[in-house]
């Protein structure tokens, strides 16, 4: 089901004094506070809201928006802020106000019966429930008269004929349960290689060869897509997705869709050649496609690739950080009302700034007037590459690296005089997990000691603020009430902390992830699924259970990955059959439907092709390791210990007279070897 992208921005009042305030002051998310001094009498997602609507037989009003959603912030000041509107809410509904980043659970559900009911959703989600929580509406944006009406008619419908408003509810809820079906197997027999290429396959007509993504006017980076491409393109050698990927990561990179001037990633592309963005910057899209791109440059070696990891990871310190060590959720797209006006750049504001840089700047940056997005203004792309450029200018690499760092200068010197978009500064343990990978898979493309130091940073902040006792929370921020961790942080989490042991050697990562996958798989455990659903508890009018990709990638299939990592690490069998039978049941999907379930195909890809383990052994350990970590090497667990271990990769391989890796494969390993060259060889004479 097609998600219509309304994209959201927060509009918090400055104001000392305030008309109207409600139950929302004493939130801490910035989308919640947005609302606040709204004449509407918003309550936060709790039972007890839902506990009011019951007794006072009223229907339920959910909003859902997030702070960076420009169309939430727009309907804040045209509806929400309005008394007449507020005053047919109030007497008619219980009006709960849901930050979606905050509790995404909620968000889920009711996007589901959004898209049963009107074919696709978006953001603002605004659901009308009957007092048990079943949607009888569901719409997105709506102008005042057009919220009036809904309200109108929805109201007397539930007064006039309640019994057809609860049919209609029982309906949309019975099929927002069927959804959440999983049938489960235990049959691996259906995990091939043909299962694997045929979805693919029928992927590719989907593919834009010329520009990269899917075909489409607007195009979404989904890094788990385009990761799992390129290590199936180097195991299946197929040539065509490998050229796709790599001109897809170019593209991207060439793009308006990043920030040619401060590094980072926007939201998504709103044209087909990644020109104009949406401007909303999100630490999951940044985190995700640091560990695509270093991946990226492991195999295509292109400089291009390693200047887009530095600077994003340079844009998220200083844009991003905060003070105590986690990394915010977002930043705005919108400042003073207007999308992009932080970013963008009229022909005028150019030339004044760069004065005589100007002309190579604009050939350099592609300021024409063909390429002006609005009330001309220009998004900053390039066409050509530095090598191209600087044979085009006769110069070298070095002398166009300080032409640039010049303009950006300039121009960053003036672009930071603006007002800046705000920032939701909330801190995500799920997103801040994805990014500890990305500082990881930094450092393993790189060598670059300072970004593992920066991941295991973020790692501590997060066992500190964001573990309460035996569980996790799912956003943290000084003062917070939220007390919710979901799937999505346990699995993230755990992975993160597994690949923070695959490069630092370190047994407490380990332990931490055997830890949270204890806690999850007793937390989530769903029997008549085989699966984990994605909240604990049983509040909401069904259960979740997560399979498919989005802008993030599927917690259930980061569960069964940590399984199977798991398994090979201590040779047990039953988490990796677990890991297998969860693949086994996503088969019918994953065939028809490669671009929702990547992250399963790349499951599907450590089980069809071979799998290695190796094990690096000995004081000199983690050079070695080092070493090997700069390949990009698919389907393979690369783990290492200085010291003897019990482990079963590690037990009696430890010796005095040296450092050895074992290249392993389902437990059966070739002799020793003492470099990593040594050791590529036997993994391709396996």
Request: charged share 25%; net charge negative.
């Amino acid at each position: 089901m097609a998600l219509i992208f309304l994209s959201c921005s927060n509009g918090n009042s400055q104001a000392k004094d305030h008309k109207y305030t409600n139950e929302l002051i004493n939130e801490t998310s910035p989308y919640l506070l947005q609302h606040a001094h709204n004449p509407v009498n918003w309550k936060p997602w709790s039972p007890a809201a839902l506990e009011q609507a019951k007794k006072e037989n009223k229907l339920v009003l959910v909003s859902v928006g997030y702070s960076s959603c420009h169309w939430c912030h727009v309907m804040e000041e045209e509806t929400f802020a309005d008394e007449e509107v507020a005053k047919l809410m109030n007497e008619n509904f219980i009006n709960i106000k849901v930050d979606r980043e905050e509790r995404p659970d909620v968000d889920h559900i009711y996007m589901t019966a959004l898209q049963l009911l009107k074919g696709n959703g978006g953001w603002p989600l605004n659901v009308i429930t009957l007092p048990n929580g079943k949607p009888i509406y569901g719409g997105t944006y709506h102008t005042k008269a057009q919220w009036s009406k809904v309200l109108a008619d929805i109201s007397t419908l539930y007064k006039d004929k309640p019994e057809k408003a609860n049919e209609y509810a029982d309906m949309v809820a019975k099929e927002i349960q069927n959804i959440n079906l999983i049938s489960p197997t235990k049959d691996v027999g259906v995990l091939t290689q043909e299962v694997l290429k045929s979805s693919v396959e029928k992927w590719k007509s989907n593919w834009d060869l010329k520009w990269g993504g899917n075909k489409g006017e607007q195009k979404f980076m989904i890094p788990v897509n385009l990761d799992f491409l390129l290590d199936y393109a180097l195991l299946a050698e197929d040539t065509e997705s490998r050229d796709y990927v790599e001109t897809t990561l170019d593209k991207i990179a060439m793009g308006g869709v990043y920030d040619q001037l401060a590094g980072g990633f926007y939201r998504y592309s709103t044209d087909s050649k990644w020109k104009v963005p949406h401007f909303e910057k999100m630490l999951y899209d940044n985190a995700q496609l640091l560990s695509l791109y270093s991946k990226g440059y492991k195999v295509f070696k292109a400089p291009l690739f390693k200047n887009i990891v530095e600077e994003t990871i340079a844009f998220l310190d200083r844009e991003m950080k905060n003070p105590e060590g986690g990394y915010y959720a977002a930043i705005d797209a919108d400042s003073e009302g207007e999308e992009g006006k932080f970013y963008v750049w009229t022909e005028g504001e150019l030339k004044s700034a760069l004065g005589a840089d100007f002309t190579m700047f604009s050939e350099y940056f592609g300021i024409k007037p063909s390429h002006i997005w609005e009330k001309d203004n220009y998004v900053l792309s390039r066409t050509l590459h530095d090598d191209a450029f600087s044979q085009k200018y006769g110069m070298s690499q070095s002398e166009l690296d300080q032409h640039r760092e010049g303009w950006k200068e300039k121009l960053l010197k003036v672009r930071n005089k603006r007002t800046r978009p705000q920032i939701d500064d909330k801190i995500i343990i799920s997103w801040n997990a994805l990014l500890i990978n990305g500082l990881v898979d930094a450092y393993n493309a790189f060598g670059e000691v300072a970004y593992l130091k920066k991941a295991e940073a973020v790692f501590a902040f997060l066992k500190k603020n964001g573990l309460k006792g035996d569980h996790l929370v799912h956003s943290y921020k000084k003062g917070s009430k939220t007390d919710h961790g979901f799937l999505e942080d346990y699995a993230f989490l755990a992975n993160a902390s597994l690949k923070l042991y695959s490069s630092t050697m370190s047994d407490e990562y380990l332990e931490f992830a055997h830890k949270l996958m204890e806690i999850a798989q007793e937390k989530f455990k769903d029997a008549p699924s085989g699966m984990f659903t994605y909240n604990a508890d049983e509040e909401l009018i069904s259960k979740i259970v997560m399979t498919d990709d989005g802008v993030l990638p599927s917690p259930n299939s980061i569960m069964a990955e940590n399984l199977l990592l798991l398994g090979h690490i201590e040779y047990n069998k039953e988490a990796t059959n677990k890991a297998k039978e969860m693949l086994s049941a996503m088969v019918p999907v994953i065939e028809t439907n490669a671009y929702n379930y990547a992250k399963w195909n790349s499951l599907l890809l450590k089980s069809v092709y071979p799998f290695f383990e190796i094990a690096v052994v000995g004081d000199d350990a983690n050079s070695l390791l080092a070493g090997l970590h700069r390949y990009n090497i698919p389907n393979t667990l690369i783990v290492g210990s200085a010291k003897s271990s019990d482990l079963p990769l590690f037990k009696e391989r430890y010796a005095d007279d040296g450092t050895y890796i074992y290249v392993c494969q389902d437990h059966t390993c070739k002799l020793p070897v003492a470099t990593v060259e040594e050791a590529m060889e036997q993994m391709k004479n396996f």
